[in-house]
T-cell receptor, first 117, second 115 residues
Framework: DAGVIQSPRHEVTEMGQEVTLRCKPI?????LFWYRQTMMRGLELLIY????????DSGMPEDRFSAKMPNASFSTLKIQPSEPRDSAVYFC???????????????FGPGTRLTVL | GESVGLHLPTLSVQEGDNSIINCAYS??????FIWYKQESGKGPQFIID?????DKRQGQRVTVLLNKTVKHLSLQIAATQPGDSAVYFC??????????????FGTGTRLQVTL
């Protein structure tokens, strides 16, 4: 099992540029989560999907952020235009409602470290 | 870049000693509480969980205690090893209730194991 795969692992870009982060969830998982981690705010949930449908995007900071899940094995988080305050580590996690626990155990990817200059 | 922000509370423990990491949670309706370990450069990794109808659960070298009266959770690590050095987060979640599948994370505690 490869686990959750994220790419790129590191991204350095200049203010105003478009940034696209990618995630491949664990095969068979029907939930996908995007988180952002900063020293200031800790680990924040941005958005999550169930069966490729966005369920809760209340954590998305502003319209510059958008997320899509065109199929069960791929999701993107896009920032356009990027700003220095977007610098953070972005994590993708996936889970399965039928995973055996009474809740959705989330499995995290290694994260993408984004630096916006 | 990132602003200077919160400094994580740090627990320094000597190798071989027991560690106790504490967490206060906010939602009395949460059904599950989970501890995650995050090593440098990696994503959070599940350690152990406990359901709200329990007050203690043991794993391998780890024990989680839940005190619902004061909304407090603790993680005890026995015989702490250098590989235990990481940031530890508690998280709370409602059980499967429709689309309520969100985890709410605490701010984290950094555990430093000294030789």
């Amino acid at each position: 099992d490869a686990g959750v795969i994220q790419s790129p692992r590191h991204e350095v870009t200049e203010m105003g540029q478009e940034v696209t982060l990618r995630c491949k969830p664990i095969s068979g998982h029907d939930y996908l989560f995007w988180y952002r981690q900063t020293m200031m705010r800790g680990l924040e949930l941005l958005i999550y999907f169930n069966n490729n449908v966005p369920i809760d995007d209340s954590g998305m900071p502003e319209d510059r952020f958008s997320a899509k899940m065109p199929n069960a094995s791929f999701s993107t988080l896009k920032i356009q235009p990027s700003e220095p305050r977007d610098s953070a580590v972005y994590f993708c996690a996936s889970s399965s409602r039928t995973g055996g626990r009474g809740y959705n155990e989330q499995f995290f990817g290694p994260g993408t470290r984004l630096t916006v200059l | 870049g990132e602003s200077v922000g919160l400094h994580l509370p740090t627990l320094s423990v000597q190798e071989g000693d027991n560690s106790i990491i504490n967490c206060a949670y906010s939602n009395s309706a949460s059904d599950y509480f989970i501890w995650y370990k995050q090593e440098s450069g990696k994503g959070p990794q599940f350690i152990i969980d406990i359901r709200s109808n329990m007050d203690k659960r043991q794993g391998q070298r780890v024990t989680v205690l839940l005190n619902k009266t004061v909304k407090h959770l603790s993680l005890q690590i026995a015989a702490t090893q250098p590989g235990d050095s990481a940031v530890y987060f508690c998280a709370e979640q409602l059980a499967h209730t429709g689309t309520a599948s969100k985890l709410t994370f605490g701010t984290g505690t950094r555990l430093q194991v000294t030789l």
